[in-house]
């Protein structure tokens, strides 16, 4: 039924995300926008609308639950004159859906972030705070790496290790911080690498001088955010 009128109204749908205000529920759901959009346009007539549209005051949420918008809203059919009202608890029943959830998530943030400083950020601004760079930033993972004895910047294979990892895409970069440290995302900026007190460890291996160093491969204590690296003699 969604789809139906999905097709019929998707070249259309985005002009009314902005003019209706439906973008939050369009990136959940784009076929219900379809819905809206099809059921509330001028032009429709309410033989045609008969003819199609045979739903009751009832919503489907994400979780596949379904909710009644008016009282007795599974045994009230949405009529051509009540379709905006059926529209208008549809789009909130959808836009409210996770408010409880939502509530959770600003509460515990206001218990590490003052809510007065989380209302000067962004979304963006407080996802990174909270989750990390979305991208490895290696000159500040270099600012913070530290080399056992045995070991120190300006040795080969550490040379080595960072110029492969600057020609790496992002996507190998996050796998390579997930090897290490069983983790994709670094610390956002300097002042939470200190809070955390994180630092990478690069280690010589354990089995060094067996000869076979050029066919060993890197291990990683991923608790720790350590690496042990070979003795290779080659980039």
Same mark, same amino acid.
């Given at each position: ?41 001028? *032009? ?30 599974? *045994? ?112 956002? *900026? ?46």
């Amino acid at each position: 039924f969604f789809f139906f009128f999905f097709f019929q109204a998707e070249d259309g749908i985005r002009d009314l995300v902005r003019s209706r205000g439906l973008g939050d529920v369009y990136k959940r759901q784009a076929s219900v926008v379809g819905m809206l959009q099809y059921i509330t346009q001028p *032009n429709l007539s309410a033989e045609e609308f008969d003819s199609i549209f045979t739903e009751n005051f009832t919503a489907m949420l994400s979780d596949t639950s379904t909710v009644e918008l008016i009282p007795d809203g599974v *045994n009230t059919p949405v009529t051509f004159d009540r379709r905006e009202e059926y529209a208008q608890l549809l789009l909130k029943a959808r836009l409210n859906e996770s408010a409880a959830q939502c509530k959770a998530i600003r509460k515990g943030i206001s218990l590490v972030v003052p809510e007065v400083l989380v209302s000067f950020s962004t979304s963006q601004e407080i996802a990174c705070t909270i989750c990390g760079r979305p991208t490895i930033d290696l000159e500040m993972l270099r600012r913070h790496t530290w080399y056992s004895p045995g070991l120190a910047e300006d040795c080969p294979r550490v040379q080595f290790l960072w110029q492969v990892l600057e020609e790496l895409d992002e996507r190998d970069k996050v796998r390579f911080i997930k090897f290490c440290w069983g983790q994709e995302r670094l610390p956002a *900026n300097e002042e939470e690498y200190r809070r955390r007190q994180l630092r990478f460890m690069i280690k010589p291996a354990m089995r060094e001088g067996a000869g076979n160093e050029e066919n060993a491969l890197p291990k990683a204590d991923t608790c720790f955010f350590n690496l042990e690296l070979p003795n290779y003699k080659t980039k």
